[in-house]
């Protein structure tokens, strides 16, 4: 019950009646004469202690104030933990999309160059970023987030992801090996560390104990080789930065990743002044300055081609750059049926729109099961408000009942009812009404799911409409009788009007509860009677697309506060009564 | 009851009875008729039937026996809307979702009365009660006195030659229910309506009816005109009920002449008249109204038997004094005065003698 109920508060007051009387005196009256009016005004009034009197009423309010905050306080705090903060937190969710931006800071940089409406590929530096960038995501095991992240977008993005982040890693050996080849101390970390590190850190990270249970000494790098080696140093700093977070390890002996290998060659191959190096291992550095020219390399492109030939396609690149923003409104877009593209939002094709649909059915099934609670449990309170008290209360445990049975049961027993073999179809093939072979479908349909629910929200409607009922005094009935109105006009111009506040609470109840119900469709519904709620469920717990569930959570929301909006309009707040 | 005279009324109870479960009659072998144009008050202590038999008339409630017919018809068979009885409501009923006018123009609206005329009738009946401008202010804008003026114009718009009336000023205050029961009586002379008015307010019952029914324990005990109830009460409930009224219990000892001498309990004597006492030796209550009773002797026929009264209390009321006196052992014997010039201010403490004329003086029955 818990997932479908909404907590509603109906605030109603009579202040109509009030503001109105005002205005009674105007005309004259033959009664005038019996109203004392007093009219003077002299200044403001003083209070007993001279302080103006207007002062010292707020001063006292404000005590009494405060003293019934304190006592709404515990409410208050449960409400804004349970129900507010959720709330904001979904709204917050459903335009949330940093993941792209976190996952590929540098890719997402470099496309903003890129215009991804020519359908050119993007630049070889984009490429090299996304190497970078996935490669680390990789290593961190985020890559796959961010790949079902993308695939609600794309499809086939999620198994991109999983494939390239071992991919990477083979791009960045070819390197690594060949400078492994050509010196065995580019196989160890501590030659790295003497080459890339302050003497100070490496003092530091050597005498560096791991059970002492701090980090390991943050890099420092060595003075000029930023300068020197710039792409070497970025990655080396990324890969310590890993070693010594995320691993809890010490950089300085830990053996590089690939990509510092794939830098490496590229500071050397780009023009690297190794010659004006003069720090430790200076002898192996020019040795792999002079080697690096001659190995055996190929471009980012060529290597995330090889991966996976969606890489060289402009898709994949298109849906990251639309999905590079902190912000989104793709996902909104997705639950109205439509996607954003590079030439912004378009509808998606007919055969993939399902929430249009699904937000339909939901407000027409609401509706439909609004007024069957309203022709069901209109007679019954009439009946239960005309009774007397003792009979009244004793009916009106029957119309309770359902609340104290537990809600599955209730749907289950449904089930029992209405399926093909059960206890209807097998009375109508009973008494010949309906053929052994055609049984009736009335379960795992729409109207399964209207039955069920009608049944399951009847008291919500029955239960304001007869506390509504009971302030309507017996005698209007007569006076209109008396007046010479037939027993239907007589309802119809003088009771029923009295009784629409409570239709209008009871159906605001009814329709709220039901356009959020999720249980009963989800039993009884089958596939044509489900409603937008299962399909929030479906992404929350199966797809686990929280943006999407969160916007379209977010669009029931308004349309609810919409409805609302408009029946007090039409109909006016202060016109819901609930007893 | 089947003579003349009832076939000319207008409404008639014959022989009604009604019981609510089957086991006490709230209504018991009730006889009543009034011809048109009367305005006939109900009155009676509550929980005495007056409105059940009202319900009865106006069809909200079935008699368990006997018939009520209006007009010489028999209506006991007619649903309440089709008898064109105009009724106002002891809360005014009035229908809180629609306008004054609205309100109004329903009875005519179900009778399938053209626009035009509705608003023309509308319009007068809203003049009559003094309330033009109020069309269309909403039934819960309006003060008491305006509501029940037009509950009265909606029990009138439709011309019901009978309406009837459950207690309508028993919501508002002293000064307004004065101006209203004025206005009310003006209105039905003014139409020739027929009214069967409720209340159980006495005064009320006084000034605007010309006869009134004293209900009580389901029965009717007088009808009469107000002057007949007030000086003739035909039993001690009435006497009682009706105005203020001084009660000594005794015993009959003679009846002479048509003057009854009682003896009362404490052995003093008195005389009376005899209406609800035939023999000597019957225990009697007397009943004498407090404006009758005279403490300067010389008014009093010769030979007339007197009592001795303490004064207890000097009461000035303003137009009247009201002196109130220890009267054959009990001391809450009440005598009113008017403030004249010579009128005598009796002092507390004074021992006087009281008398009356005996035709004032009314032996009714000891219950
Ligand atoms: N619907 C009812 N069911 C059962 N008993 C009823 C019903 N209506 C009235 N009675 C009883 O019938 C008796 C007469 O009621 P009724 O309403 O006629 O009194 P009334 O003279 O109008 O009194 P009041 O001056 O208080 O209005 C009362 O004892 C009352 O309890
Ligand atoms: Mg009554």
Not at chain 1, 258 to 284: H, I
Not at chain 2, 190 to 198: E, F, P
Not at chain 2, 291 to 298: A, G
Not at chain 2, 318 to 343: S, W
């Amino acid at each position: 019950m818990s997932a479908s109920f909404t907590p509603f508060v109906l605030t109603f007051d009579n202040k109509n009646n009030g503001d109105d009387m005002s205005n009674a005196s105007e005309a004259p009256t033959p009664d005038d004469g019996l109203n004392l009016t007093d009219n003077e005004n002299t200044g403001p009034v003083l209070a007993a202690d001279g302080t103006p009197l207007k002062r010292s009423l707020g001063r006292a309010l404000r005590r009494q104030k405060l003293r019934a905050l304190m006592l709404i306080a515990p409410l208050l705090i449960f409400v804004l933990l349970t129900f507010i903060a959720p709330i904001a937190d979904m709204l917050f969710r459903s335009v949330e999309n940093q993941i792209v931006s976190e996952t590929l800071p540098r890719t997402v940089v470099a496309l903003d160059d890129w215009d991804s409406t020519t359908g050119e590929l993007p630049s070889e530096a984009v490429y090299e970023a996304a190497y970078y960038d996935i490669f680390i995501a990789a290593e961190r095991k985020l890559h796959t987030r961010l790949g079902s992240r993308l695939n609600y977008e794309l499809t086939g993005a999620s198994s991109l992801f999983r494939k390239s982040g071992r991919g990477l890693d083979d791009l960045g050996e070819v390197y690594q090996d060949q400078f492994e080849d050509l010196n065995e101390a580019w196989e160890d970390g501590e030659t790295w560390a003497l080459l890339m590190g302050s003497g100070d850190w490496q003092d530091k990270a050597y005498a560096w104990e791991k059970s002492s249970g701090d980090l390991a000494p943050k890099l420092e790098l060595r003075e000029g080789i930023e300068e020197l080696l710039p792409k070497t140093a970025a990655a080396y700093s990324s890969f310590a930065n890993f070693v010594r977070v995320d691993d809890g390890d010490n950089p300085a002996t830990e053996d590089p990743w690939s990509p510092v290998y794939t830098a490496f060659w590229q500071d050397l191959t780009g023009g690297a002044t190794v010659a004006s190096y003069s720090g430790p291992e200076a002898e192996l550095l020019m040795e792999a300055a002079n080697a690096a020219g001659g190995f055996e390399s190929t471009t980012f492109s060529e290597g995330f081609a090889g991966i996976d030939k969606d890489w060289a396609s402009t898709p994949i690149w298109q849906t990251i750059k639309t999905y590079s923003p902190k912000y989104t409104s793709g996902y909104f877009l997705n639950s109205v049926d439509m996607q954003k593209t590079p030439d912004g939002p378009e509808l998606r094709d007919a055969n993939e729109r399902i929430y249009g649909i699904l937000f339909k059915r939901t407000m027409f099934m609401s509706m439909v099961i609004t007024i069957s609670c309203i022709m069901l449990g209109y007679p019954v309170a009439w009946i239960l408000a005309n009774l007397p008290a003792r009979t009244a209360n004793l009916l009106m445990i029957l119309v309770l009942l359902p609340f104290w049975t537990s809600l599955l049961v209730r749907t289950s027993a449904w089930k029992v009812m209405l399926q093909q073999q059960g206890v209807i179809n097998d009375v109508l093939v009973w008494l010949g009404l309906v053929g052994d072979g055609d049984r009736l479908v009335m379960i795992n349909n729409q109207f399964g799911t209207i039955v069920a629910m009608t049944h399951i929200l009847l008291p919500f409607m029955i239960l304001p409409l007869y506390s509504v009922m009971q302030t309507i005094p017996p005698t209007y009935l007569r006076a209109a009788k008396s007046l010479g109105a037939t027993n239907w006009t007589a309802f119809w111009r003088v009771y029923f009007p009295q009784s629409v506040p409570g239709i209008g609470a009871g159906s605001i109840l009814v329709f709220i509860l039901s356009i959020g119900y999720y249980i009963t469709p989800e039993i009884v519904g089958g596939t044509t009677g489900t409603f937008i709620s299962n399909r929030i469920a479906y992404h929350i717990s199966s797809s686990l697309n929280w943006g999407l569930a969160a916007a379209l959570g977010t669009i029931l929301l308004a349309v609810v506060m919409i409805l609302y909006w408009a029946y007090d309009k039409i109909v006016g707040i202060d016109n819901v009564k609930l007893g | 009851m089947v003579d003349t005279a009832s076939r000319e009324a207008f409404v008639e109870f014959e022989r009604v009875q009604k019981s609510y479960d089957g086991e006490t009659l709230v209504v018991k072998d009730l006889n009543l008729a009034l011809p048109k144009g009367e305005f006939l008050t109900m009155l009676g202590p509550s929980g005495s039937g007056k409105t059940t038999c009202l319900m009865m008339l106006a069809g909200f409630e079935t008699a368990t026996h006997g018939d009520i017919r209006l007009d010489g018809v028999a209506i006991n068979n007619i649903p309440p809307h089709k008898r064109g009885i105009g009724m106002v409501f002891q809360n005014y009923a009035l229908f809180p979702h629609m306008t004054v006018a609205e309100n109004l123009s329903f009875p005519l609206e179900v009778r399938k009365i053209g626009k035009s005329d509705r608003e023309k009738k509308v319009k007068r009946a809203l003049e009559m009660v003094q309330m033009g401008d109020f069309g269309g202010r909403r039934p819960a804008q309006l003060s008491g006195g305006q509501q029940q003026r037009i509950a009265l114009a909606r029990a009138l718009v439709f011309e019901a030659e009978l309406v009837l009336m459950d207690e309508p000023l028993g919501a508002l205050d002293k000064q307004l229910r004065e101006h209203m029961q004025f206005e009310i009586k003006r209105i039905a002379d003014n139409l020739g309506i027929t009214v069967v008015y409720v209340t159980h307010d006495q005064t009320e019952a006084l000034t605007m009816s010309d006869r009134v029914a004293v209900f009580n324990d389901g029965k009717i005990q007088q009808l009469a005109p107000p002057d007949t109830l007030y000086e003739a009460p035909e039993n001690s409930f009435v006497a009682q009920f009706i105005g203020e009224n001084n009660t000594l219990e005794g015993k009959v000892r003679e009846i002479t002449n048509g003057v009854a001498l009682v003896e009362l309990d404490n052995g003093d004597l008195i005389d009376a008249k005899p209406i609800n006492v035939s023999k000597p030796g019957e225990r009697t209550r007397v009943s004498i109204r407090p404006e009758r009773v005279e403490f300067n002797l010389d008014r009093l026929e010769e030979g007339s038997h007197t009592l001795k009264a303490e004064v207890q209390e000097f009461i000035y009321m303003g137009d009247i004094f009201r002196t109130r006196l220890k009267v054959a052992g009990k001391d809450d014997f009440i005598i009113k005065t008017r403030n004249a010039p010579d009128q005598v201010r009796l002092k507390p403490g004074e021992v006087v003698e009281i008398g009356w004329q005996a035709e004032d003086c009314r032996a009714l029955d000891a219950n």
